[in-house]
Nanobody, 121 residues
């Protein structure tokens, strides 16, 4: 069993930055891909970014490409999402997820409770 726990959310002005962290306890976190997703009020949850087990391959949603950076520190069982140039439309609850496979995929078995990010205009 794996329990991801997100932190780092908050309120920031447009153009600002935040770094989200996700600490995952349990099974060998370093063997699996990890991802960030978000859900805005009244909208479906959407993919934001993912990173493979060894931090070499990353993928991003077009809406965040060039502004967000996903990375991981396997020694700390933690994955990060550095968010720069934030926009009001980035406002959402952000969720961390641990994948079923070593690379980025569409299958995630374990999800955190989420952390709120609010970007004011």
């Amino acid at each position: 069993q794996v329990q991801p726990v997100e932190s780092g959310g908050g309120l920031v002005q447009a153009g600002g930055s935040l770094r989200l962290s996700c600490a995952a306890s349990g099974r060998t976190f370093s063997d699996y891909g990890a991802g960030w997703f978000r859900q805005a009020p009244g909208k479906e949850r959407e993919f934001v970014a993912c990173v493979g087990w060894n931090n070499r391959r990353t993928y991003y949603a077009d809406s965040v490409k060039g502004r967000f950076l996903i990375s991981r520190d396997n020694a700390k069982n933690t994955v990060y999402l550095q968010m720069n140039s934030l926009k009001p439309e980035d406002t959402a609850v952000y969720y961390c997820a641990v994948g079923r496979y070593s690379g980025c995929s569409s299958t995630y078995d374990y999800w955190g409770q989420g952390t709120q990010v609010t970007v004011s205009s």
